[in-house]
């Protein structure tokens, strides 16, 4: 007869430890042979977890099958950021108070609704949302977007953090669970989170781990949502007192969020006129500092 | 009794001359300089750790030194001065952009062929002095199979959390053998950022409800088993890691070059070594981590640079400088659109 060792093991105590001393400790029991065999097939199933590795080649082929890029709704910003948000990337709009973050989103959303043909979720913490003024975001300033165009846009109102992971990780089985046989047709290529730092901030308080690994988990939930689904995604930020020599603001979220982003964009608007700038603080691809200067767009006015 | 001399004399004669075995350490253990981390010579084995707030150009710095391995030594009769090996690279932030390397590489490609080519290039502007198509040429003037196989030596994964990482280590030792196996060696092993996965194994440490028997999912934990397997990889290949990390604690005085040159007038009083004891930046990676690493440079951002040859108005300026050896100079460096510039050292 064989005696079977039931072991209750979970993968993770697996992988903490040494294999070739979890070897040797078979080696030493009476069913060695049983004992390695167990390991090899944890082993396989770690193997089976692990993500295929691919090489330069394959994933420039993913970038340019997949992960288009989609215009912005603003001519000035597209040639800053060399056409667009992009697909796979998480964008992050910095800026102080009512210096028209809101606006830029509503554009961002009524830009790839109409120009790409895609769907669009809007999450809005701050009941700022507005389908009117959204309408008015056509490219054309005549005529405001149709009904079909502004039925792919839709919005939650999310009030807290626990919220949006339940949103994010139902819309994940959502879209793993869809068949996707027309990839360009109505399929969700922008996420708007207008603003993830009302969210984050109430949860960030104190020197303690709790509140910056969630914030450190929610930056990776939608990291891997916009890489796996070909998503761009935009959230925005607000701007606290800097408290140093030079520069009198900074990004809110702290020194850890900094590197969850792959595009920080700063956003600041001239009272006096109608002017904004947007400068990039952040790419992955191009350096940093470069600017544009761009004007808001008021209502029925056409956008210079 | 003739056995024994004949023995004895077999002992003593050895399995190899020096020469000989020189040879082959310094072809098994050679000396690596991989720009832009060339002012130290690297071996396999080196654990080479950069260090910077974000946004600091340490993937810029990771990318144009996995430029250097990929490429050949010479192609075509074209100097290219890389290693022609494999690189590994781990994305724990999971923001590596594929576009970044491209544009580099393809820029490497387009100098060295210039460089390579520079009498034939004379000559052929001469001869199509007028014609649109020259600029064309000069875009396309690199190898595309020389860039396919350079791409294709670029080896990448991402990783979402700690598990995920585990289970890729574990597993790597088997993937570069079947590389091997294939003619192709590995040179380096990258991982950006090692700081990554910090805060939420640092949760799970304090969440931890293991019993004595069962090791628990800490950060200590986590740490000390990320060095033993990359350990156990670098006893079986030979290859350099270089892993980039961001600060996660602001820091309350930053260093740049302004504070650095008031040290050095503090020196007259006495203050030196007060100022050289002070950690450039506070360390949060546990004490496993920090004995592992061989090597140490840290990224800061200096002064914007006003570049009056490109004429755009400000380009972002970093200062690397290396912590470990200690060097007494600093690189400065810009990062422009298609490349790194390195430029002069600055004494400091």
Known sequence: ?304 | MGEGASEARGWIRGDETAKQMLSRVLKDRAFLLLPPLHRVPLRAGNVVEVTGASPAAKTQILIQAAISCILPKTWNGIHYGGLGKLVLFLDLDCRFDVLRLSQMLKHRLLQANRLGNGAWWQLEESNVRNCRSAHEKSNTAFDEELYVSCMRRFLYVRCYDSLELLSCLKTLHYRIRQQESCGSQVGVLMIDSIGAFHWTDRLSSSLAMGSHNRKSLSLTNVVETIVLEIKKLLQAHSLVVIATKALIYEEKYPTNENNRKFSSNDELSGNAAIKAQQPPFREFMPSSWQAFVTHKIIIRKSADHHSSQTGQESLSAYSLEWLQPQLSSIDQFIVDDVSKNLSQPLQV
């Open chain 1, 1 to 304: 007869t064989e005696d079977y060792v039931f072991v209750k093991i979970a993968v993770e105590d697996f992988l903490l430890h040494d294999l070739y001393q979890l070897a040797a400790f078979a080696d030493r029991q009476k069913n060695a042979d049983r004992l390695k065999e167990g390991i090899t097939v944890m082993l396989s199933l770690v193997e089976l977890r692990c993500r295929p590795w691919l090489n330069g080649m394959e994933l420039l082929e993913d970038l340019q099958r997949n992960k288009q890029t989609l215009s912005s709704g603003d001519k000035g910003v597209d040639s800053l950021l060399k056409g667009g948000f992009r697909e796979g990337q998480l964008t992050e709009l910095v800026g102080p108070s009512s210096s028209g973050k809101t606006q830029f989103c509503m554009q961002a959303a009524a830009s790839v609704a109409e120009k790409h043909a895609g769907r669009v979720l809007y999450l809005d913490t701050g009941n700022s949302f507005s389908a009117r003024r959204i309408a008015q975001f056509g490219s054309s300033s005549e005529t405001s977007l149709g009904q079909k165009v502004i039925s792919r846009i839709s919005c939650h109102t999310v009030y807290d953090i626990y919220t949006m992971l339940e949103i994010l990780q139902g819309l994940d089985v959502t879209l793993r669970s869809q068949v996707q046989t027309n990839v360009n047709e109505q399929r969700l290529r922008l996420l708007v989170v207008d603003s993830i730092s009302s969210l984050i901030t109430p949860i960030l308080g104190g020197s303690g781990s709790q509140g910056r690994a969630l914030m450190v988990a929610v930056g990776y939930m939608l990291k891997k949502l916009a890489h796996e689904h070909s998503i761009a995604i935009l959230v925005t930020n607000h701007t606290v007192g800097a408290g140093g020599e030079g520069v009198k603001t900074k990004p809110a979220l702290g020194e850890t969020w900094k590197s969850i982003p792959h595009v920080r964009l700063m956003l600041s608007r001239d009272h006096k006129n109608s002017n904004c700038t947007i400068s990039i603080l952040k790419h992955t691809s191009m350096p940093s500092g470069q600017t544009v200067r761009t004007t808001i767009r008021k209502d029925n006015q056409q956008c210079v």
